[in-house]
């Protein structure tokens, strides 16, 4: 069973940044792909980015350009660094991690974004 912890979240001002920090613990693999979703209020949850075990990202077209996702030196530990923040990213951010071939999906319990001044 893998858990994931998440940190980083909080409440910055429009334009400012903040970085996002996951790490998955409960296994000695690595981890097939790694990611940030998000959930505004009365809105879906959303992909805001991810990166597989051989770094291959894929973005939402609203964060390109504004968030970095990066896996960290630590095994299995993922970053997303964001920038230029817009009060429409004020959302819930959720790590995701696939594991076992991506047999397996795993949710972090989310952490609060809100981007206001």
């Known amino acids: 069973q893998v858990q994931l912890v998440e940190s980083g979240g909080g409440l910055v001002q429009p334009g400012g940044s903040l970085r996002l920090s996951c790490a998955a613990s409960?296994?000695?693999?690595?981890?097939?792909?790694m990611g940030w979703f998000r959930q505004a209020p009365g809105k879906q949850r959303e992909l805001v980015t991810t990166?597989?075990?051989?770094?291959?990202?894929n973005s939402a077209d609203s964060v390109k350009g504004r968030f970095t996702i990066s896996r960290g030196s630590a095994k299995n530990t993922v970053a997303l660094q964001m920038n230029s923040l817009k009060p429409e990213d004020t959302a819930v951010y959720f790590c995701q991690v696939y594991a076992g071939g991506y047999r397996r999906e795993y949710w972090g319990q989310g952490t609060q974004v809100t981007v206001s001044s």
């Open positions: 409960g296994t000695n693999e690595i981890l097939d792909r």
């Open positions: 990166i597989n075990s051989s770094g291959g990202t």
